[in-house]
């Protein structure tokens, strides 16, 4: 009686537990299972999951908006990749022209809004990378006062993406007595002047006035430009000096001094004070001293003191 009630009591607890996981354990609709069925049955799914991104893409930003952003991207790469290449010797301003101009022509059209890309590039968030990366790029090639290198308004962008620009006259004549000074210098140190074993002139005598009129054109600029000449140009003229004057160089700036002037301003300025004295002794006029006497006593008086020495006493008498 004891088995079978256990028996009975087991296959009721069965049932039970049966009805409650066929409860619990009802196969997923599409509505709660898209991910599941997507994932083994992707066939049903594939034209409703691509409408659903019709209606909500996953960025807003159109198709031209994206050529602008990827032309402007590649073109401020190649600026900083350029102005980091042509740090030392310094040739920044010449070389990396093509893409400052392509870069600021870039941002200058998603500036006036052209496409309609002016919200989705550059007001789209707080960062605003784009205008941050421009300003850098900006403030680089004014701190190298570039725009000087060239004529005002000479640089533009044509149509079919060719930059066109024009070095100023200054710019020109100074890259010009640069060369000459250059090829001068290389032809002696080199050894290949012709007459280099004949005649006795050193790099230093023959260049000389080639060096001194590019100094004296760059010393122009400098005045004309109030000190803000093309940083190209600066550094041309700085290794120019250095390699003009330095000991390990040609070292042209180390000659015999002269110490005559030296000794000549010494002497006169020793010789003034005795000078000076001299003439005052000899041409100035002596002034005497004039004695002022008392005239409220006529008759002058004496005063005779007489000592002795037993009384310790003393006399005075008055003569008149």
Known sequence: MKQNR????????????GLVYSQVCQPLTSELSTAYIFRHQPSLFTNEVESFKTIIPAS????KCCAYLNDFADNASNFIRCSVERARPLRFC???????????????????????????????????AILQIHTMIKALWDASDC??????????????GTVT???NTDTMDFMGK???????????????????????????????????????????????????????????MNYTRLMWGDARDLNCTNHDRDDMPVLLTSIILLTIPFLFYGA????????????MT???????????VSKTDNSHSNHVNSIS
């Open 60 to 63: 807003n930003v159109t198709d």
């Open 165 to 167: 620009y024009k070095y």
């Open 294 to 304: 008392q005239k409220r006593l006529k008759n002058p008086i004496s005063v005779e």
């Open 280 to 291: 005052t002794c000899i041409c100035g006029e002596r002034k005497k001293l004039k004695i």
């Open 6 to 17: 256990f028996k009975w009591i087991f296959i009721q607890l069965v049932t039970v537990i």
């Open 94 to 128: 010449e070389k990396c022209v093509d893409s400052f101009a392509t870069v600021t022509s870039i941002y200058n059209d998603i500036e006036k809004n052209v496409g309609g890309c002016h919200v989705f590039l550059l007001d789209a968030d707080r960062v605003q």
């Open 147 to 160: 725009n000087n290198c060239f004529t005002s308004g000479s640089i533009d962008v044509e149509q079919n």
């Open 178 to 236: 640069y060369d000459n000074f250059t090829e001068c210098v290389d032809r002696y140190t080199n050894g290949t002047y012709p007459d280099f074993t004949s005649i006795n002139y050193t790099v230093c005598h023959a260049c000389l006035q080639m060096y001194q009129g590019l100094n004296d054109h760059y010393a122009d600029m400098r005045k004309r430009y109030n000190g803000k000449i093309c940083m190209d140009l600066v550094d041309m």
